[in-house]
């Protein structure tokens, strides 16, 4: 609590004005093409990408006609900044996402107001530059008020009051929280290596932060693990969107969801619970008055018994009914399905898909099979046609080791591949996985020399095993062929 209660006092201290953008141009309009190109960029309108490449030119960058349709850019590799990235991408107020992990920037001198205007940027990893030789960085984070996750490497320095990177309570995500940028409008953030900063308000969790975006009407949590409680006293931090909010994403490695996390999100009208939540707390989904889907993809997950209540249905006399009107979607014999049961709601099974990848081989074969989330899966004879001398030695689902016959709990989609391998049968010349006369047509053309003939797997042929092939092998087949009948 005394975390929650010093977050709620920092944040009402790190409140923003606006301020002027930083060496721009005016906005100019200009018809949209399907693609640009220049000396060192490329760019694609339907995606909004802008890819650097080889040596950037200030001016072409800087002054790019089209960048507010930029949603994301990035740096190809070998793609090397200029001595001078004073503005180099000021006023990009439609990109999200700056990926310059491939650029280098070890002869750059001056980073003053390089990402001044960002405004939608959220995210920003520059742990691959270098700043030993910058001499100017003033302004470099000015106005970038969505930044809410960055990094930083081992040669880039500290962050100084001059920098303008907007103080809204930055924390090291190793600890994430204690706030580290000090008391200034502007953060101070001492790096010694290689570190994440977060702002403190997109906290949501030791390791899990948050963003809304709100073009999209979506809020994303990112990150991993446990989600911290909340409460009308200490509220989720994205609770001003919370009526505005239409899309809920998880993560994959989320593993609690927080009490009242969700509440009064009341656009929201479905919402998928990654099988890596083992817990859902009180009232994380309460009052979603718009909710009628809800997948929940782990079979045991932990469903407190408030969970999802006190949503309204319709235009009800009463308003505020402790039901749920949609339906829950789960796994078979899963802790959603009893839940849905106990409390009379409508429940259907999760359908998942099965994937037979033929991996090299061929034939006639369904490869896409539906089955329910939850039921017992029995891996099958393999029936594909084994590449050219190869034959089947066993199933592989994401690198874990099966036998047909074995069976598998369904948990979600899986894709089954199979493993071929050269036969070691002695006497398979032919490595089809038997031994008959075939075998012996293929060992006597090698033997006559015969154009294009070859082994697979000569030792196979060495009947005689003494590690050449010669007539006495042949005799040696042809008596394993007439055993054999």
Same mark, same amino acid.
């Given at each position: 609590m005394? %975390?929650?209660?010093?977050?709620?006092?920092?944040?009402?201290?790190?409140?923003?004005?606006?301020?002027?953008?930083?060496?721009?141009?005016?906005?100019?309009?200009?018809?949209?093409?399907?693609?640009?190109?220049?000396?060192?960029?490329?760019?694609?309108?339907?995606?909004?990408?802008?890819?650097?490449?080889?040596?950037?030119?200030?001016?072409?960058?800087? *002054?790019?006609?089209?960048?507010?349709?930029?949603?994301?850019?990035? &740096?190809?590799?070998?793609?090397? %900044?200029?001595?001078?990235?004073?503005?180099?991408?000021?006023?990009y107020?439609?990109?999200?996402?700056?990926?310059?992990? !491939? &650029? /280098?920037?070890?002869?750059?001198? !001056?980073?003053?107001?390089?990402?001044?205007?960002?405004?939608?940027?959220?995210?920003?990893?520059?742990?691959? %530059?270098?700043?030993?030789s910058v001499?100017?960085?003033?302004?470099m %984070?000015?106005?970038?008020?969505?930044?809410?996750?960055?990094?930083?490497?081992?040669?880039?320095?500290?962050?100084?009051?001059?920098?303008?990177l907007?103080?809204?309570?930055?924390?090291?995500?190793?600890?994430?929280?204690?706030?580290?940028?000090?008391?200034?409008?502007?953060?101070?953030?001492?790096?010694?290596?290689?570190?994440? =900063?977060?702002?403190?308000?997109?906290?949501?969790?030791?390791?899990?932060t948050?963003?809304?975006?709100?073009?999209?009407?979506?809020?994303?949590?990112?990150?991993?693990?446990?989600?911290?409680? =909340?409460?009308s006293?200490?509220?989720?931090?994205?609770n001003?969107?919370?009526?505005?909010?239409?899309?809920?994403?998880?993560?994959e490695?989320?593993?609690?969801?927080?009490?009242?996390?969700?509440?009064?999100?009341? *656009?929201?009208?479905?919402?998928?619970?990654?099988?890596?939540?083992?817990?859902?707390?009180?009232? &994380?989904?309460?009052?979603?008055?718009?909710?009628?889907?809800?997948?929940?993809?782990?079979?045991?997950?932990?469903l407190? !018994?408030?969970?999802?209540?006190?949503?309204?249905?319709?235009?009800?006399?009463?308003?505020y009914?402790?039901?749920?009107?949609?339906?829950?979607?789960?796994?078979?014999?899963?802790?959603?399905?009893?839940? &849905?049961?106990?409390?009379?709601?409508?429940?259907?099974?999760?359908?998942?898909?099965?994937?037979? /990848?033929? !991996?090299?081989?061929?034939?006639?074969?369904?490869?896409?099979?539906?089955?329910?989330?939850?039921?017992? =899966?029995?891996?099958?004879?393999?029936?594909?046609?084994?590449?050219? *001398?190869?034959?089947? /030695?066993?199933?592989?689902?994401?690198?874990?080791?099966?036998?047909?016959?074995?069976?598998?709990?369904?948990?979600g989609?899986?894709?089954?591949?199979?493993?071929?391998?050269?036969? /070691?049968?002695?006497?398979?010349?032919?490595?089809?996985?038997?031994?008959?006369?075939?075998?012996?047509?293929?060992?006597?053309?090698?033997?006559?020399?015969?154009?294009?003939?070859?082994?697979?797997?000569w030792? *196979?042929?060495?009947?005689?095993?003494?590690?050449?092939?010669?007539?006495?092998?042949?005799?040696?087949?042809?008596?394993?062929l007439?055993?054999?009948?």
């Amino acid at each position: 609590m005394k %975390f929650k209660k010093a977050a709620a006092a920092v944040l009402s201290v790190f409140t923003l004005g606006g301020m002027t953008g930083y060496g721009a141009p005016a906005v100019m309009d200009y018809p949209i093409t399907a693609e640009a190109a220049g000396e060192c960029y490329s760019f694609d309108s339907a995606t909004g990408l802008l890819t650097l490449k080889g040596d950037v030119i200030l001016d072409e960058i800087m *002054n790019f006609e089209q960048k507010d349709a930029v949603k994301s850019i990035e &740096a190809a590799e070998g793609t090397v %900044f200029p001595e001078s990235c004073r503005g180099l991408f000021a006023d990009y107020v439609s990109c999200t996402s700056i990926e310059l992990e !491939n &650029a /280098d920037t070890s002869g750059t001198d !001056n980073m003053a107001g390089m990402f001044s205007g960002c405004s939608a940027l959220v995210s920003l990893d520059l742990s691959s %530059f270098d700043t030993s030789s910058v001499e100017n960085a003033d302004n470099m %984070f000015l106005d970038c008020y969505g930044l809410c996750r960055l990094r930083l490497g081992e040669r880039f320095g500290d962050i100084a009051e001059g920098h303008c990177l907007p103080n809204v309570g930055w924390v090291n995500a190793n600890d994430p929280f204690t706030i580290i940028s000090g008391e200034k409008r502007y953060a101070e953030l001492k790096n010694d290596g290689d570190n994440t =900063y977060i702002a403190i308000g997109h906290v949501c969790g030791e390791a899990l932060t948050w963003y809304y975006d709100a073009d999209t009407k979506t809020l994303t949590v990112s990150g991993e693990g446990d989600m911290l409680d =909340y409460s009308s006293d200490f509220p989720a931090p994205w609770n001003e969107y919370a009526e505005d909010i239409g899309k809920i994403v998880l993560p994959e490695k989320l593993t609690y969801i927080g009490e009242n996390a969700f509440a009064y999100a009341e *656009n929201v009208s479905e919402v998928t619970i990654p099988a890596s939540v083992t817990k859902v707390g009180t009232e &994380a989904f309460a009052s979603c008055y718009a909710l009628r889907d809800v997948y929940i993809m782990g079979l045991d997950t932990v469903l407190d !018994n408030k969970w999802i209540i006190y949503n309204r249905i319709g235009n009800t006399s009463d308003g505020y009914r402790p039901v749920f009107s949609g339906t829950i979607h789960g796994g078979v014999n899963s802790t959603a399905q009893k839940f &849905a049961e106990d409390n009379g709601y409508k429940f259907e099974t999760v359908i998942c898909s099965v994937i037979w /990848d033929p !991996n090299g081989g061929s034939g006639t074969v369904v490869i896409y099979h539906q089955e329910e989330l939850g039921s017992v =899966y029995k891996i099958p004879e393999c029936v594909f046609t084994p590449p050219e *001398n190869k034959i089947f /030695d066993h199933w592989e689902i994401e690198g874990v080791v099966y036998e047909p016959g074995d069976t598998i709990v369904l948990e979600g989609d899986m894709t089954l591949v199979p493993i071929w391998k050269i036969s /070691d049968i002695r006497g398979d010349v032919n490595c089809d996985g038997s031994v008959n006369i075939a075998d012996a047509v293929v060992l006597q053309r090698w033997l006559l020399a015969v154009p294009d003939t070859g082994l697979a797997n000569w030792q *196979n042929a060495d009947i005689c095993e003494d590690s050449r092939l010669d007539a006495f092998d042949m005799a040696m087949l042809r008596q394993l062929l007439t055993e054999n009948d």
